[in-house]
């Protein structure tokens, strides 16, 4: 659980009590009342998998690929064949050297190939599992990067923790550089200085490249951002919760989310198909133990419209869907179980 804590962690400010603002996006949201369609779906076990905390997985035509923060066996990704009905291969090492990560925070699984962002190394390994020792790749950043996804042949894609109002780096696969960036934090409440803008406007990050769109999953507001990278514009979904954090002034004088007290988590995760977005919602006061976790997961198309709300039978920190929208799967911290729903 400490390692947990190592990914969604934000600096703590102590507070006063005077309160400045509503830590919003001031653009021109679509607010939705109700989800079309509500239902409630059981998980079922898919394996065990103790001693290790399965982040995300990827299901392929012969198993699973999947992604342990706890780095069992002393490695990050596990693969399980279904075939065997065993995990017969471990990549990328724990640790400082090439090819090996210390503190792995963005994973992405994309035509059989692995792309692991270590934030603290600042570095992007990316693994070819057809051709190791021909294809994969392991460069330097040069700043440091939320997350990272694939993007097309020689750029990668993310979303930056240093102070600036771009929202999506465009970063060349072979040098590391930013080649360009697009969209822009514009309409932001006053008061809020750009160096705040990682800790406030923190997301988590998709990308459809057969629709050319991106996404933005808020976690401390309950806004869905979908953004065109064709026309550049982006479209806002704002949750039934109507959720809005309030910011007090912090000990330095700037404003800042009340951590440990009221502020509520929003999205936690997010996980997509070419045809729909799932984003797995928290709702929770930040001082509520496990505030991370969620039972209630948002469907939406890649177009903004609501699909409907999918209320599960337990807890979860993260989830990834199937290419063929028909399962869902995730890991139980509790009992070391991979599990799954089916839609």
């Not at 990272?148 to 930056?160: E, Q």
């Not at 409907?308 to 807890?315: E, G």
Request: hydrophobic share 35%.
């Amino acid at each position: 659980m400490k390692y947990l804590g190592i990914i969604f962690i934000l600096l703590f400010v102590g507070c006063t009590n005077s309160e400045e603002s509503i830590l919003s996006l001031k653009e021109d949201i679509t607010f939705i009342k109700k989800f079309p369609e509500e239902m409630s779906l059981d998980f079922k076990k898919l394996i065990d998998y103790p001693n290790g905390t399965i982040l995300k997985l990827s299901e392929s035509d012969t198993g699973f690929y999947m992604l342990d923060i706890k780095a069992k066996n002393n490695h990050i990704i596990h693969f399980y064949s279904k075939k065997e009905n065993d995990f017969k291969k471990e990549l990328i090492r724990k640790g400082n050297g090439p090819f090996e990560s210390f503190a792995p925070y963005s994973i992405d699984f994309r035509m059989k190939k692995i792309l692991l962002s270590d934030f603290e190394m600042r570095k992007i390994i990316e693994i070819d599992l057809e051709n190791f020792e021909a294809n994969s790749s392991e460069i330097k950043l040069e700043n440091y990067y939320n997350e990272v996804k694939f993007y097309n042949d020689s750029t990668y894609i993310a979303t930056s923790s240093s102070s600036s109002k771009e929202k999506f780096y465009f970063i060349n696969k072979k040098n590391g550089r930013i080649e360009y960036t697009k969209g822009e934090f514009q309409n932001i409440p006053r008061g809020i200085d750009i160096s705040q803008i990682p800790d406030l406007f923190q997301s988590i990050l998709g990308v459809n490249l057969k629709r050319n769109k991106a996404l933005n999953a808020y976690r401390w507001m309950d806004i869905i951002e979908i953004f065109d990278l064709n026309t550049n514009k982006s479209k806002f979904i704002k949750s039934p919760k109507n959720i809005e954090n309030k910011l007090i002034t912090g000990i330095n004088g700037e404003l800042a989310l009340e951590r440990g007290g009221a502020a509520r988590e929003c999205f936690v995760d997010v996980t997509y198909s070419d045809n729909y977005i799932y984003a797995l919602f928290s709702g929770n006061e930040d001082k509520t133990q496990g505030a991370y976790l969620s039972d209630i997961i948002y469907m939406f198309d890649w177009n903004g419209i609501p699909i409907k709300q999918i209320n599960i039978d337990r807890k979860i920190m993260s989830i990834s869907v199937n290419t063929d929208d028909k399962r869902i799967y995730s890991f139980d911290i509790d009992t070391g179980e991979v599990i799954y729903i089916t839609l």
